[in-house]
């Protein structure tokens, strides 16, 4: 028995077949570029904001009599992640060095997670921003 593909329905096959590669590119694109990312290959509830320089002086070791050392000058660089204020306090953390969620607890006991996936992979400085025109809205599927 021999199995043969007319023409059109090959080119139907071919065309259906480019649409989803290309919808597929398009869509990782999309989704990898949705924050903005450079270290991270996925945040949720956080964004980036940037990298901070935090400098501060302190002794570090001391010397053979057991003295602290003079002080030094010790710079830090850290992405800046901004978190929406609304969120609330942090009340955990759980994960590890591929992904970290943060846990936050609002002042109604409204509970929320951030991911972040690469997280042990820099250093982090994480701050929270005002929100404004905050809306909620429950969504039933």
């Known amino acids: 028995m021999k199995f043969e593909i007319s023409k059109p329905v090959f080119a139907l096959f071919m065309g259906v077949m480019f649409g989803v590669a290309v919808g597929s590119l398009l869509g990782g694109t999309v989704v990898a570029s949705q924050n903005g990312q450079?270290?991270?290959?996925r945040?949720?509830?956080?964004?980036?904001?940037?990298?901070?320089e935090e400098t501060h002086d302190m002794s570090v070791g001391y010397d053979v009599s057991g003295k602290e050392r003079s002080r030094k000058t010790?710079?830090?660089?850290?992405?800046?992640?901004?978190v929406p204020s609304h969120y609330g306090s942090l009340v955990g953390v759980t994960?590890?060095?591929?992904?970290s969620v943060l846990w936050y607890q609002d002042n109604a006991g409204v509970i929320r997670n951030i991911l972040i996936?690469?997280?042990?992979?820099?250093?982090?400085?994480?701050?929270?921003?005002?929100?404004?025109?905050?809306?909620?809205k429950m969504i039933q599927r």
């Not at 450079?38 to 290959?41: H, I, N, T, Y």
């Not at 945040?43 to 901070?52: E, I, K, R, S, T």
């Not at 994960?95 to 992904?99: L, N, P």
């Not at 996936?117 to 909620?136: H, Q, Y």
């Open 38 to 41: 450079d270290g991270f290959s």
């Open 43 to 52: 945040l949720f509830g956080v964004w980036q904001a940037g990298v901070v």
């Open 74 to 82: 010790l710079e830090e660089r850290r992405e800046l992640l901004v």
């Open 95 to 99: 994960g590890g060095v591929e992904q």
């Open 117 to 136: 996936e690469g997280a042990g992979l820099s250093p982090l400085r994480i701050d929270p921003k005002e929100t404004f025109k905050r809306k909620a």
